[in-house]
């Protein structure tokens, strides 16, 4: 785990109507680490990860990265920002269906400004990385669960991200499939210097991660506290 401060949570609540998602959250996130949050389903967990990568607002407290207040952007320039330091896996891929895999990868460097060539060479290479480039020029339709999940990662690491928030990654992959991905993020913090954010009830996530919690009653548990 690196010692560079890249986000900070401080006294963050989520409140909807009556009902108390999360109650003064802080939270810490370094350069090249991976952090763990375990929970049920419905106990918060993407709200929290929303809210870190700037997605949602809370209802009080601060999101700074590094000296910069993330909910105080305006709208444009926060996803100008997402796009250039964030990457997300979600458990649904959110493929496009009519491109191909490197075309679903290449996306988010396009919408940066890139050229077609670059984000095409940058696009391959990461598909090659990951083990699925013979699968480039298929469609999403066309793929089993893990290899969309891959592609899905491609497509976040594009844009050489400081951060990968992951919610529920492996939710609809078998153990091995899940296990591969596991195993996967491991390698790429290692290789890319990247911190990843991952919200899981997955326990299988535990042996890579830096740091865990356990969210429960809208708070941060190093153990289970039940």
Same mark, same amino acid.
Request: overall charge positive.
């Given at each position: 785990? *690196?010692?560079? $401060? @890249?986000?900070?949570?401080? *006294?963050?609540? +989520?409140?909807?109507?009556?009902?108390?998602?999360?109650?003064?959250?802080?939270?810490?996130?370094?350069?090249?680490?991976?952090? $763990?949050?375990?929970?049920?389903?419905?106990?918060?967990?993407?709200?929290?990860?929303?809210?870190?990568?700037?997605?949602?607002?809370?209802?009080?407290?601060? $999101?700074?990265? +590094?000296?910069?207040?993330?909910?105080?952007?305006?709208?444009?320039?926060?996803?100008?920002?997402?796009?250039?330091?964030?990457?997300? $896996?979600?458990?649904?891929?959110?493929l496009l269906p009519e491109?191909?895999?490197?075309?679903?990868?290449?996306?988010?460097?396009?919408?940066?400004?890139?050229?077609?060539?670059?984000?095409?060479?940058?696009?391959?290479?990461?598909?090659?990385?990951?083990?699925?480039?013979?699968?480039?020029?298929? %469609?999403?339709?066309? @793929?089993?669960?893990?290899?969309?999940?891959?592609?899905?990662?491609? +497509?976040?690491?594009?844009?050489?991200?400081?951060?990968?928030f992951a919610d529920e990654?492996?939710?609809?992959?078998?153990?091995?499939?899940?296990?591969?991905?596991?195993?996967?993020?491991?390698?790429?913090?290692? +290789? %890319?210097?990247?911190?990843?954010?991952?919200?899981?009830?997955?326990?299988?996530?535990?042996?890579?991660?830096?740091?865990?919690?356990?969210?429960?009653?809208?708070?941060?548990?190093?153990?289970?506290?039940?």
């Amino acid at each position: 785990m *690196g010692e560079e $401060v @890249l986000l900070r949570a401080e *006294g963050v609540w +989520r409140v909807f109507g009556t009902h108390t998602v999360l109650r003064e959250v802080s939270l810490t996130l370094y350069a090249n680490e991976i952090v $763990v949050i375990e929970g049920p389903s419905g106990v918060g967990k993407s709200t929290l990860l929303n809210i870190l990568a700037g997605l949602d607002k809370p209802s009080r407290g601060t $999101v700074w990265w +590094r000296d910069q207040n993330l909910h105080r952007l305006p709208e444009k320039r926060l996803a100008r920002f997402r796009n250039q330091h964030m990457g997300f $896996v979600f458990q649904f891929h959110f493929l496009l269906p009519e491109l191909t895999a490197i075309e679903n990868v290449m996306l988010a460097c396009l919408l940066k400004g890139e050229s077609w060539r670059t984000c095409f060479q940058k696009a391959y290479t990461l598909l090659e990385e990951l083990g699925i480039v013979q699968r480039a020029r298929h %469609y999403p339709g066309q @793929l089993s669960g893990g290899e969309q999940q891959r592609v899905a990662i491609a +497509r976040a690491l594009i844009n050489q991200p400081e951060i990968v928030f992951a919610d529920e990654p492996t939710g609809n992959l078998d153990l091995h499939q899940g296990e591969q991905i596991r195993d996967l993020f491991h390698t790429l913090k290692t +290789r %890319y210097r990247i911190t990843f954010v991952i919200v899981t009830h997955n326990p299988i996530f535990r042996s890579i991660a830096d740091r865990w919690f356990y969210l429960y009653d809208g708070q941060l548990h190093t153990q289970k506290p039940f």
